[in-house]
T-cell receptor, first 115, second 113 residues
Framework: DSGVTQTPKHLITATGQRVTLRCSPRSGDLSVYWYQQSLDQGLQFLIQYYNGEERAKGNILERFSAQQFPDLHSELNLSSLELGDSALYFC??????????????FGSGTRLTVV | AQSVAQPEDQVNVAEGNPLTVKCTYSVSGNPYLFWYVQYPNRGLQFLLKYITGDNLVKGSYGFEAEFNKSQTSFHLKKPSALVSDSALYFCAVRDGGSYIPTFGRGTSLIVHP
């Protein structure tokens, strides 16, 4: 157990629907990162939150949004789902110090299948 | 801008033999380099990092990596491979001005008994 908890582990939904993925970071970590892993695109950075505030944005679609709550857990919302959104979605956390010399701690991921 | 390349999709090695998984990078400043391993149905696990200092970095599970500035490479190595080392390996890089590393596409390591 890495200390980063992601729920649910698996999600099957239909096109056009909306889903929410949840992540609890490792105890003491202030930064949460969301990544999408697919066979054709590899591991793509979506967005980072630090202590409740958005810190960095990557290749995140407008249909996707995220937030980090006061208890530091984070949610990734995916709406108007398309078949191409099927992927593994990972959450990672880190202490969040200015000099990020540390590796990330990843959760086990949520496998999203859009049918 | 920062980028990383893992030129091999798959590496095959016999158990007991040395292994090398290749990684080259491009950054505008000094590189921060990382290796991660991903086992089936699991998240990525941090193996090792290079920030500064000795060019040979030792990490978890007997892995090490060699930083070569002139060749802009950071190859992952292990003197004697185990079947249990079979997994997907990711190299990542960021420059000093970025908070977010860029990951390579991953290299599948298969260790044959």
């Amino acid at each position: 157990d890495s200390g980063v908890t992601q729920t649910p582990k698996h999600l099957i939904t239909a096109t056009g629907q909306r889903v929410t993925l949840r992540c609890s970071p490792r105890s003491g970590d202030l930064s949460v990162y969301w990544y999408q892993q697919s066979l054709d695109q590899g591991l793509q950075f979506l967005i980072q939150y630090y202590n409740g505030e958005e810190r960095a944005k990557g290749n995140i679609l407008e249909r996707f949004s995220a937030q980090q709550f006061p208890d530091l857990h984070s949610e990734l919302n995916l709406s108007s789902l398309e078949l191409g959104d099927s992927a593994l979605y990972f959450c990672a956390s880190s202490p969040g110090r200015v000099r990020e010399d540390y590796g990330y701690t990843f959760g086990s991921g949520t496998r999203l299948t859009v049918v | 801008a920062q980028s990383v390349a893992q030129p091999e999709d798959q590496v095959n090695v016999a158990e007991g033999n040395p292994l090398t998984v290749k990684c080259t990078y491009s950054v505008s400043g000094n590189p921060y380099l990382f290796w991660y391993v991903q086992y089936p149905n699991r998240g990525l696990q941090f193996l090792l990092k290079y920030i500064t200092g000795d060019n040979l970095v030792k990490g978890s599970y007997g892995f090490e990596a060699e930083f070569n500035k002139s060749q802009t490479s950071f190859h992952l190595k292990k003197p004697s491979a185990l079947v249990s080392d079979s997994a997907l390996y990711f190299c990542a890089v960021r420059d000093g001005g970025s908070y977010i590393p860029t990951f390579g596409r991953g290299t599948s390591l298969i260790v044959h008994p």
